[in-house]
């Protein structure tokens, strides 16, 4: 009998034990991810401990939007672009009264994409970035009613083959480093649906008469590209429940087969080189950012010769601000890091860009180069619309912060910051009968604000003159100082 008993006891004591080991292991999996199985506890346990050591975690989380606010962020937050569905309202039946464009009828456009929020490309000192989940929480979901449809969708939808097998969109326990988050993924597919209703539904860019033909998709390798042009043409497409094969590219978007120019520029090697006369940044400048590394090297207990860039240390710190996590403390000195301080450090990057941006001719000569036979594509394309021998309407390219920072300043309108998440910049043929003869203009619209006017080659014209562009693309390397394409890249 005492011997049953003591059966009964050791089988309940074994099974509460396998229970409780079943409990442990499904909470580990949904807090690290399926990468677990391949790292020993005992790392992220010293993971963990180490986090907690480095980042004394302030107990007041630092909320800076509020998403029912009519005001948009200000400061280093300008950077996440919190996805907002109230801007699709925004203009919503007017566009043609509030982009002049009465009596004209839009025929093609070229539009690039930066990829959405990401996890961070960098750490700071072998410091842990904050983990994010890769799976669409209720916030997301109850953003907007597409955001539903777009998941429903991707979930039937296999890992693309062509682009090395990377999924359509961020479904994962937790986003990896530099992965596409699902708030990016909402940002560009509320970028997309804001698409349609301009140009679709508004102006009208496909007529009676769609196909998938009349549209190019462009992206760069990488999850965070591959997936933004997937969400951003779900939204763009969400009427006709269409599916657009997507291109691979480069990271500066060159394309041999449709710009007809070598991609490879050798030439550019003779511009790395920073200018020996480059004007030099002010000595208030240089002090700001050396008194601001020695305060980050206070934080987070490091030597200041360990921080190599401030756009790293942007780079980790942006993950928690555009999360409403909390940020990094060092209490033993009683300081941490706060919305000042990332707006101080948003401030000197702007600074440290637009010193170049002004004064680096090299760096100028450098993106007008390597950037050409992307102008070249998208002139040519439009060339082909003048002619009546094309049947594309719309072409996205999905890219970088790299791929669309050099492409403003080649045509003069970068703003000395740091393209945020999701922007998008928007090059817009339109067509105009006038004494009886079709006239092509060009609109460039950057992050929903017209720029034309701001384009020297315009002549503060807001519908530029198409042969305008033309004489720009066939003239601003000289205006820079360099001979033509190929003999500066091949000679």
Request: net charge positive; charged share 25%.
């Amino acid at each position: 009998m005492a011997a049953t008993r003591l059966k009964r006891c050791r089988l309940k004591i074994i099974i509460i034990l396998l229970i409780v080991v079943f409990l442990l292991y499904f909470y580990l999996q949904k807090e690290y991810g399926s990468e677990l199985t391949s790292q020993s506890p005992s790392k992220h346990h010293l993971e963990r401990i180490s986090e907690q050591l480095l980042f004394q975690e302030q107990t007041e989380k630092f909320h800076f939007h509020n998403k029912s606010s009519a005001t948009s962020p200000s400061g280093a937050l300008e950077y996440c672009n919190f996805p907002n569905p109230n801007s699709l309202k925004e203009g919503n039946g007017h566009y043609h009264r509030e982009l002049g464009t009465h009596g004209y009828k839009l025929q093609l456009v070229q539009m690039i994409i930066r990829h959405g929020d990401r996890t961070p490309l960098h750490t700071l000192a072998d410091r842990p970035n904050p983990r994010i989940s890769c799976k669409f929480s209720k916030k997301e979901k109850h953003v907007h009613w597409i955001v539903g449809k777009f998941i429903s969708r991707m979930q039937s939808e296999d890992a693309n083959e062509n682009f090395e097998f990377l999924h359509p969109y961020p479904n994962q326990p937790y986003c990896r480093q530099s992965y596409l988050t699902p708030q990016g993924a909402v940002q560009t597919l509320l970028n997309g649906l804001k698409a349609k209703y301009k140009y679709i539904d508004q102006l009208d860019l496909f007529g009676q008469d769609f196909s998938e033909r009349k549209i190019i998709v462009k992206s760069t390798v990488y999850p965070r590209t591959y997936q933004s042009a997937n969400a951003f043409m779900f939204g763009f497409l969400s009427d006709f429940n269409a599916r657009v094969k997507i291109q691979k590219a480069r990271t500066d978007l060159c394309s041999e087969k449709d710009s007809g120019l070598r991609c490879y520029c050798s030439g550019l090697e003779k511009y790395a080189a920073p200018l020996k006369n480059m004007r030099k940044m002010s000595k208030s400048s240089i002090l700001a950012i050396m008194n601001f590394k020695k305060k980050v090297a206070s934080i987070f207990h490091m030597d200041v010769t360990e921080i190599k860039s401030l756009s790293h240390v942007f780079d980790t710190l942006m993950v928690r601000a555009c999360h409403s996590l909390p940020f990094p403390c060092n209490k033993q000195r009683n300081s941490c890091v706060d919305k000042k301080m990332l707006d101080t450090l948003w401030s000197l990057l702007s600074t440290d860009m637009q010193h170049n941006y002004f004064y680096n001719e090299n760096l100028l000569k450098t993106h007008h180069l390597r950037f050409h036979p992307l102008l070249v594509e998208m002139y040519l394309r439009m060339k082909n619309v003048t002619k009546r021998s094309s049947r594309t309407n719309f072409v996205l390219f999905s890219g970088h912060d790299i791929t669309m920072t050099p492409f403003l300043m080649l045509l003069g309108i970068f703003d000395g910051k740091w393209t945020p998440y999701a922007s998008s910049l928007a090059l817009e043929l339109y067509s105009k009968e006038e004494e009886s003869k079709i006239h092509y203009y060009l609109k460039i619209i950057y992050n929903g604000a017209d720029r034309t006017k701001d384009l020297k080659f315009c002549r503060g014209l807001e519908m530029c003159k198409f042969k305008y562009f033309e004489q720009f693309v066939n003239t601003h390397l000289k205006i820079m100082g360099l001979n033509d394409y190929i003999s500066e890249c091949f000679s």
